[in-house]
């Protein structure tokens, strides 16, 4: 069984800047997609970046610039999200997960707020 261990939430103000770091454990063969959702209150959960095998990034447009997603080359089944200029509208609870041997795996969620 695989898990997915996130850390790093919090509180922070507009303009700040957090790194949510995500972990897997377990049986890993092969780690295919590694990367991190958000849902905000009342809204659907959203893609916002992901790493893919090759180490190739995707971010959804509202946090081009701002955030970052990369692996830990010392630590191949660490994925983080360094987020930088933070705005009230990035609040939400972020999700890590994974496609790890053909399988989409979940963390529990940690949650960044970002208020003044």
């Known amino acids: 069984q695989v898990q997915l261990v996130e850390s790093g939430g919090g509180l922070v103000q507009p303009g700040g800047s957090l790194t949510l770091s995500c972990a897997a454990s377990?049986?890993?063969?092969?780690?295919?997609?590694m990367g991190w959702h958000r849902q905000a209150p009342g809204k659907q959960r959203e893609l916002v970046a992901q790493?893919?095998?090759?180490?190739?990034?995707?971010y959804v447009d509202s946090v081009k610039g701002r955030f970052t997603v990369f692996r830990d080359n010392a630590k191949k089944n660490t994925v983080y999200l360094q987020m930088n200029s933070l705005k009230p509208e990035d609040t939400a609870v972020y999700y890590c997960?994974?496609?790890?041997?053909?399988?989409?795996?979940w963390g529990q969620g940690t949650q960044v707020t970002v208020s003044s």
């Open positions: 997960n994974g496609v790890i041997d053909l399988t989409r795996y």
């Open positions: 790493i893919r095998s090759g180490n190739v990034p995707d």
């Open positions: 377990g049986s890993i063969s092969r780690i295919l997609v």
